[in-house]
């Protein structure tokens, strides 16, 4: 009998693998946690951008993002246009591993046109590996593969280091990031028995 193959998202990339929404929430709580103190960068998740208030479909869709000398505030998608016509500085997507190289080249091509400083790709899928690009003068150059395996978001200060086949990542404190379990564990909650 043919194995029947049930789609990780919708045709329009609604809904995600919970892994891959796993790691979306754990990178958004732990650049939540940097920028606590901070009034002026906006920590973004899985919610669009737009960039042409003329253009619905002139959207991005990134995993996180965080957008520097922005206010906090909460927001249904982040509009250019309504941001000082600033895009966010830094973008990571999150994979799944369905991803194609034409629908990558294409992406990575949409976000240095719009100007973002650094864009990273995660991929949750074993083996895990974090690629970049940061932009040098007026577009995105790939990170090094020297550095692709530890390497700082000179932006962010978050360091990525990847060790057997798995990604961590370290604060600006140099303290290893918290999954999103890990967090939720340390304030358990009263469950009735």
């Not at 732990?30 to 042409?52: E, K």
């Not at 997507?93 to 194609?100: A, D, G």
Request: proline fraction near 7%; charged fraction near 25%.
């Amino acid at each position: 009998m043919k194995e029947v193959y049930y789609p990780e998202t919708g045709e329009n990339g609604e809904g995600k693998p919970t892994l891959v929404l796993d790691w979306i929430q754990a990178l958004y709580w732990n650049l939540q946690r940097i920028f606590l103190t901070r009034s002026d960068a906006f920590v973004g998740a899985d919610i669009p951008i737009f960039v042409d208030r003329n253009n619905l479909d002139a959207r991005l869709q990134p995993g996180v993002f965080v957008a520097c000398n922005r206010p906090k505030g909460h927001r249904r998608g982040y509009r250019v246009w309504e941001e000082a016509s600033r895009f966010p500085d830094v973008v990571i997507l999150v994979i799944t591993n369905r991803w194609r190289l034409s629908h990558l080249l294409t992406t990575i091509g949409e976000y240095d046109r719009y100007g973002v400083r650094e864009l990273y790709l995660l991929n949750p899928y074993t083996p895990m590996y974090v690629d970049g690009w940061q932009r040098n003068g007026e577009s995105l150059k790939p990170i090094s593969t020297a550095d692709r395996d530890d390497f700082t978001s000179p932006t962010l200060g978050v360091r990525s280091a990847t060790n057997d086949g798995y990604v961590e990542f370290f604060g600006p404190d140099g303290l290893l990031w918290e999954s999103t379990m890990e967090m939720s564990l340390s304030q358990p909650l009263g469950i009735p028995h």
